[in-house]
């Protein structure tokens, strides 16, 4: 079992920034890969950015040169940089590790708001 608990959301103004984190417990050295997603009101959760175990990283294009993943494995805790936020990046942003292909795990999510 892996538990993740994100945090670092909250209300920003557009062209803001915020930093989520996601804390990762339990057996942590299963996860091949961690990443962040997202789920807007009325909109299927997306995949935002993913970083592997050995720091290679995936993003969305809408996030590309905007957002950035990376992960400190002494703290077990994966980062997620949102820079020039915009409306449109409003969603609840979830953590998640990737054991296997069928076999994953799933913060509770933590909310970003950007004001236009």
């Known amino acids: 079992q892996v538990q993740l608990v994100e945090s670092g959301g909250g209300l920003v103004q557009a062209g803001g920034s915020l930093r989520l984190s996601c804390a990762a417990s339990?057996?942590?050295?299963?996860?091949?890969?961690m990443g962040w997603y997202r789920q807007a009101p009325g909109k299927q959760r997306e995949l935002v950015a993913t970083?592997?175990?050995?720091?290679?990283?995936n993003y969305a294009d809408s996030v590309k040169g905007r957002f950035t993943i990376s992960r400190d494995n002494a703290k077990n805790t994966v980062y997620l940089q949102l820079n020039s936020l915009n409306p449109e990046d409003t969603a609840l942003y979830y953590c998640?590790?990737?054991?296997?292909?069928?076999?994953?795990?799933w913060g509770k999510g933590t909310l970003v708001t950007v004001s236009s």
């Open positions: 998640n590790a990737k054991i296997t292909v069928t076999l994953d795990f």
């Open positions: 339990g057996v942590i050295g299963s996860i091949n890969v």
């Open positions: 970083i592997t175990k050995g720091g290679s990283t």
